[in-house]
T-cell receptor
Framework: KQEVTQIPAALSVPEGENLVLNCSFT??????LQWFRQDPGKGLTSLLL?????REQTSGRLNASLDKSSGRSTLYIAASQPGDSATYLC????????FGTGTRLLVSP | SAVISQKPSRDICQRGTSLTIQCQVD?????MFWYRQQPGQSLTLIAT?????????ESGFVIDKFPISRPNLTFSTLTVSNMSPEDSSIYLC???????????FGEGSWLTVV
């Protein structure tokens, strides 16, 4: 059974810092790894999808990598902004997703 | 991409009552997925809804408590039956996009049971 964990649970940084969010999964035979953003009281916004055959994806200031052999994915956020403050969730699977516990990010002006 | 609309967005419900949540997608999709997010926790898959067949429930979730309908390829409903305070959660509908494997979510329905 796939289990997904995220470290750290919470992170507070000043504006402008580069930061890395970590996601670990137990079953390396994952199909896809997807990163989401969730604002308080809201649904999920898809950020990046890494398919099983890929190693990384980039969108603007975001870069996500996938290392199946080590069971890890990282989300790199460059030049963080207060608007990046949200909970970031990673999820593994194909159509049916197993979610991590989330990292709550606060970027201070 | 896929645009998903959910109703209601929020509701306060009395213990023992039932509430039906609607999910509308802007394109035809084969499968729709229902998740629950309890306060302070991550998302857990409740069931998969296929058009023309019964929903498939995950371990710990049963049809009597969470009946699902899927009358066509763009619409589904999830009913939370005989609610208790433990059912206070955000309920989210999701689908796979028409291009690639990206999964998209609705805004969620935030239920509080009192």
């Amino acid at each position: 059974k796939q289990e997904v964990t995220q470290i750290p649970a919470a992170l507070s940084v000043p504006e402008g810092e580069n930061l890395v969010l970590n996601c670990s999964f137990t079953d390396s035979a994952i199909y896809n790894l997807q990163w989401f953003r969730q604002d308080p009281g809201k649904g999920l916004t898809s950020l990046l999808l890494i398919q099983s055959s890929q190693r990384e994806q980039t969108s603007g200031r975001l870069n996500a990598s996938l290392d199946k052999s080590s069971g890890r994915s990282t989300l790199y956020i460059a030049a963080s902004q207060p608007g990046d403050s949200a909970t970031y969730l990673c999820a593994a699977g194909f159509q049916k997703l197993v979610f991590g516990t989330g990292t709550r990010l606060l970027v201070s002006p | 991409s896929a645009v998903i609309s959910q109703k209601p967005s929020r509701d306060i419900c009395q213990r023992g009552t039932s509430l039906t949540i609607q999910c509308q997608v802007d394109s035809q999709v084969t499968m729709m997925f229902w998740y629950r997010q309890q306060p302070g926790q991550s998302l857990t898959l409740i069931a998969t809804a296929n058009q023309g067949s019964e929903a498939t429930y995950e371990s710990g979730f049963v049809i009597d408590k969470f009946p699902i309908s899927r009358p066509n390829l763009t619409f589904s409903t999830l009913t939370v039956s005989n609610m208790s305070p433990e059912d206070s959660s955000i309920y989210l509908c999701s689908v796979e996009g028409t291009v690639g494997n990206t999964i998209y979510f609705g805004e969620g329905s935030w239920l509080t049971v009192v």
